[in-house]
């Protein structure tokens, strides 16, 4: 059998992935008559591919890296734990060492009396996790009826059954017999793509009143809980009117539901504070964590759940776990790359450097001729790309057409950016300097003047 290593020839390892490597969110086909490139090694905020080039990762992996790449006390921290216990579980009366430091550092970190962590392999996992322990918390409660719970359309709260169904992509419900039973979900706070001819703040104030709606239509002794990502990310980086969020948190002040906030991109440090829920304003019941939590460098998710939930719960056998709860080298890396983003005040760096200066250069791109509105918050930001901005006209063409020859040109420009349909996003790492967000820019500007003259040459415009 041939070994593979990096050396190998593009073509030969494209040709072996694409024989027996299943792709996530892909057509197998069309990608293996294509080649997917292959990412070799990665520095700071820049991946290498097998033909050479650097590319600057506009997306930190899957908005995952935030510390960036080659992280040396990360490798240490994981050699160490490997070494000394590699793996144990913590079902059965025991615990050990990474478990009980990490827990403690996320309820150090975490606002309120967020002070419990239930773990997982994932963002999926966890939201799994949270769909069982809500209704199990109504259900020891004595009020077994409140199991609904409500999400918005276009979310995404990952790819299991239960992530997915609360997740509102019309795509993923489409397949495998999704969304599971009672689970309801509301229209998103897109204004660009929904608000029609009412202002912003109209279209927020309408659109969070669907909770308050929602709420009276399924009978507030039927609903368990509310969970929404404090900016949607995977749906495109929807940046909700002013008016949207005061108002869920007027409705979820008023009515005896649980918030669950899915801190899946926006946690550790993303939006300029420790989680994306102290940005919006409310503070949740149960908070979703994964990716930022180990900067991506290991697997690992979990639900931080405050003193109420964790009391009820913790008067009740809950039967659900994973092998990999608190894997402790995970455990052990995610411990260490919070301390990272502590010593280096990596979030003080976004809040106060970083971000401000993104944000200047990124809502200039609002000037180019295909760009409609440009919005960020802290380090995730979006564009959408229309070929006439004042009535925010679609182009003529299936949504996500043009979005995908942006993305092209900026892969050939060796800039990652993604698209989601015809809006084109960025969440690059915490860490990334001033000069790299210029060249980051530059980028995007190159290719987005690209992908305009094929847009027009295609006659789409
Ligand atoms: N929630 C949100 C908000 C996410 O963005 C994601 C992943 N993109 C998930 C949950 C699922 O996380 P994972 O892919 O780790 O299962």
């Known amino acids: 059998m041939t070994i593979i290593t990096n050396h190998m020839p593009t073509a030969e390892l494209q040709k072996l992935d694409a024989a027996h490597h299943m792709h996530p969110f892909s057509t197998q086909n069309e990608l293996a008559a294509k080649g997917a490139r292959v990412i070799t090694s990665a520095d700071g905020v820049w991946i290498q591919d097998s033909e050479g080039n650097k590319i600057i990762d506009g997306m930190a992996g899957l908005w995952c890296v935030n510390v960036g790449y080659g992280r040396d006390r990360l490798v240490q921290a994981a050699a160490r734990q490997m070494a000394e216990l590699p793996y144990y579980n913590t079902f059965f009366m025991t615990t050990h060492v990474p478990a009980i430091a990490l827990s403690q550092k996320l309820a150090e970190v975490a606002p309120g009396d967020l002070n419990h962590v239930f773990y997982a392999g994932s963002g999926s996992e966890a939201n799994d996790t949270n769909i069982r322990m809500v209704r199990t918390y109504w259900a020891e409660k004595g009020k077994p009826t409140k199991k609904i719970i409500i999400s918005r359309k276009n979310a995404y709260h990952g790819s299991t059954l239960g992530g997915a169904s609360l997740g509102g992509m019309g795509g993923m419900h489409a397949q495998g017999g999704l969304p599971i039973p009672d689970v309801y979900h509301i229209d998103q706070p897109n204004w660009w793509a929904e608000g029609g001819d009412m202002s912003p703040e109209e279209f927020g104030l309408e659109r969070a009143r669907q909770l308050e709606q929602a709420i009276h239509d399924l009978g507030e002794d039927n609903v368990a809980a509310f969970i929404a990502e404090p900016v949607q990310g995977a749906g495109g980086v929807i940046v909700p009117p002013e008016t949207y969020w005061p108002e869920i948190k007027r409705i979820c002040d008023k009515y005896e539901i649980l918030l669950i906030a899915d801190e899946v991109i926006c946690g550790f440090g993303r939006t300029g504070n420790w989680f994306g829920s102290e940005t919006v304003g409310w503070t949740p019941d149960i908070m979703t964590i994964a990716k930022g939590l180990s900067s991506g460098y290991q697997p690992i998710g979990g639900s931080i759940v405050n003193d109420e939930v964790a009391s009820v719960i913790g008067a009740c056998e809950f039967n659900h776990g994973y092998t990999y709860n608190a894997h402790p080298v995970a455990a052990a ?55 006439h901005k004042e009535s925010r006209a679609k182009f003529a063409a299936d ?62 415009w």
Request: aromatic content about 4%.
């Open 399 to 460: 949504a996500g057409s043009v979005g995908y020859i942006c993305r092209e040109r900026c892969f050939a420009n060796n800039l990652i950016m993604r698209h989601v349909g015809d809006r084109m996003i960025i969440s690059p790492p915490l860490v990334i300097t001033r000069a790299e967000v210029d060249v980051l820019i530059e980028r995007a500007v190159k290719s987005l003047d690209e992908g305009m003259a094929r847009v027009k040459d295609a006659g789409l």
């Open 333 to 387: 890396v995610a411990l260490e790359n919070i301390n990272i983003l502590q010593e280096e005040k990596v979030v003080e760096y976004v809040r106060d450097d970083i971000a401000p200066y993104l944000k200047q250069k990124w809502e200039a791109l609002a000037d180019h001729p295909m760009v409609g509105e440009a919005k960020i918050v802290g380090m995730m930001g979006s564009i959408a790309l229309t070929p």
